[in-house]
């Protein structure tokens, strides 16, 4: 299963944006698939959670540059011919980050992935502001807690 999840999300993050440059920018295919890989750098907004890597999350609805607000903005942005490559990019982003949740997310940590994960994270945050206990929750902790099913 993880296998095939790792290779459905390069080809969605690298093999397909080749594609769609090539099917619908032709005339600047380079400089289109150069802007869609360009749309990945929106996952620096991962650095803001805590932790900012969580097996267990979903992006979509989490981070705020992957939020349905976000997502809309996006959308819109097709409505303008000058950022309609970067609206794709973007949208596109959104899909693949999508099937990575359901692919992973609800298999291996389960449909309730989400409410568990959020609780985690605000545990785990409190422990780094306010460490009460010795043993603190780490990240990895939580990986083989959802991994082992
Ligand atoms: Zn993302």
């Known amino acids: 299963m993880e296998i095939i999840q790792n290779v459905i999300h390069y080809f969605l993050h690298f093999v397909f944006p080749l594609g769609i440059a090539f099917i619908f920018f032709r005339k600047r295919w380079k400089q289109a698939y150069l802007i869609l890989l360009l749309t990945m750098l929106i996952d620096a907004d991962h650095l803001l959670a805590i932790p900012f890597y969580h097996p267990c999350r979903c992006s979509i609805g989490f981070h705020p540059l992957h939020s349905y607000i976000a ?70 902790q939580i990986s083989t807690k959802y991994m082992s099913f």
């Open 71 to 140: 997502i809309i903005i996006y959308a819109l942005l097709l409505l303008f011919p000058k950022f309609r490559v970067v609206s794709v990019g973007l949208l596109m982003h959104m899909v693949t980050d999508y099937i990575d949740c359901i692919l992973l997310l609800i298999p291996v940590c389960g449909i309730k992935f989400r409410e568990e994960a959020l609780k985690d994270v605000m545990q785990l945050s409190k422990k780094v502001t306010k460490p009460t206990h010795s043993t603190c929750t780490t990240s990895k």
